[in-house]
């Protein structure tokens, strides 16, 4: 039974024991420990404190990042509709100035087409009076004898012809 029961001196050096290692680290190694403890636990906390901010400042960041997109993206479509507009502008001022071109062209070669059928005609009836004098020249210098008469008659002919 005596390895049942505890002997009295074992209590009493366990005990003293006990209270001198509870003495020795409670004068050198609590206050240490405890210390390491508290600076341990300082750190997390103040680790998690700025893993809050950072978190804070990304989502900030993220937010700010698809503000700066959505900007960027209107002014894309800003720049695509300028771009549309001012191509529609020089398309309508280009058109415009075909047709004056256009316009110019078509007037001043009616006008030429005008004068060339003048002159041609001018040319034609000269022409046709040169024929009409030569031949008559050839008919009266065969049939008739020339008189005073017949040359104011030839003149007049030739006036009429000339003034048509």
Not at 99 to 118: L, P, R, V, W
């Amino acid at each position: 039974m005596e390895l049942l029961l505890p002997n009295l001196g074992l209590i009493v050096w366990t005990t003293l024991a006990f209270v001198i290692v509870f003495v020795l680290l409670a004068k050198f190694a609590w206050k240490p420990i405890l210390k390491s403890i508290h600076e341990r636990e300082t750190f997390i906390e103040t680790s998690l404190q700025k893993a809050k901010e950072a978190e804070t400042n990304l989502l900030s960041i993220n937010e700010k990042t698809n503000q700066l997109l959505k900007e960027a993206q209107a002014e894309k479509q800003k720049i695509i509709a300028d771009g549309q507009t001012l191509k529609q502008q020089i398309i309508s001022e280009a058109q415009e100035k075909a047709k004056t071109e256009a316009t110019k062209i078509i007037a001043a070669a009616k006008a030429d087409g005008q004068k060339n059928q003048e002159k041609i005609m001018q040319d034609i009836k000269q022409n046709i009076a040169e024929l009409v004098i030569a031949t008559t020249e050839k008919i009266l210098k065969e049939k008739l004898k020339p008189t005073k008469e017949q040359e104011k008659m030839i003149e007049k002919a030739i006036a009429d012809i000339s003034a048509n």
